[in-house]
């Protein structure tokens, strides 16, 4: 276990930045430790599989091959003195709870878990983990709504609240938006809109959009999903 001293040093000094722990780097984890590195986040990652650690030497600001089921090792790699830890462990559900079950016992602040079923959804949420998410539904549900051609992008905010990204309909196009009334009439607000030449900007009553231009709205699912069928 001394091997663990210096890691421990280095990550309680990750553990004082803007910083994550992530605990399991397949195919989720590792796509999240790379894009919080990108966005400016230290990363510590840990892995069982001494080659998944050896291939993100250098890409992350930490990375260590150990047992997070063990709650003394979590301890030496500093892991306790987070505030924010994701359990990305997708391969083994009962080392993802038993891994939960410590980083609860070790009251870090804000525990984000993967899911792999709704059993085992239920399972870490019953334990009491913050945050419970199932990429492979949430990005299921995600795609049928983009396969259906309905929005360029779409996000569900959480069950019955939605956003999507999609080109204004004929109705609404060469009017400044408060004259519409699609709030009430569509149930749906348009936040943001962007034309061919210009980024993104809030949308407001006097704001007009065209043909070409993309516009962001949010509202129920059902009218939002309604609202981007209109051509």
């Known amino acids: 276990m001394a091997k663990f001293s210096v ?26 430790a790379e894009e919080l590195m990108a966005s400016g986040t230290e990363v510590l ?43 990305a462990i997708g391969d083994d559900v009962q080392a993802s709870i038993l891994t939960a079950s410590v980083l609860l016992h070790l009251n870090v602040p804000v525990i984000w878990a993967k899911a792999i079923g709704e059993q085992h959804g239920r399972i870490l949420e019953q334990l009491g983990v913050h945050h419970v998410i199932f990429p492979e539904k949430d990005m299921g549900r995600r795609v049928a709504h983009l396969v259906r051609g309905a929005a360029m992008d779409y ?26 009334g699609i709030r009430k009439s569509h149930g749906i607000t348009i936040t943001a809109y ?38």
Do not use: C
């Open 45 to 87: 990652g840990i892995d069982a599989n001494e080659e998944i650690v050896q291939s993100f030497n250098g890409t992350l600001t930490q990375v260590v091959r150990a047992d997070a089921t063990k709650e003394e090792v979590l301890r030496q790699l500093a892991v306790d003195q987070f505030d924010r830890v994701v359990v």
């Open 155 to 180: 996000l569900e905010v959480e069950r019955g609240y939605a956003m999507a990204k999609i080109a204004p309909p004929q109705i609404i196009r060469g009017i400044p938006l408060g004259q519409t």
């Open 194 to 231: 962007r034309t061919l030449e210009e980024q993104w900007r809030n949308a407001d009553n006097q704001t007009v959009v065209n043909d070409g231009d993309t516009i962001l709205i949010v509202g129920p699912t059902a009218q939002v999903e309604a609202f981007a069928q209109l051509r």
């Open 7 to 32: 890691f421990s040093e280095k990550s309680r000094r990750i553990a004082e930045a803007d910083s994550v722990a992530v605990i399991g780097l397949g195919r989720f984890g590792s796509a999240l």
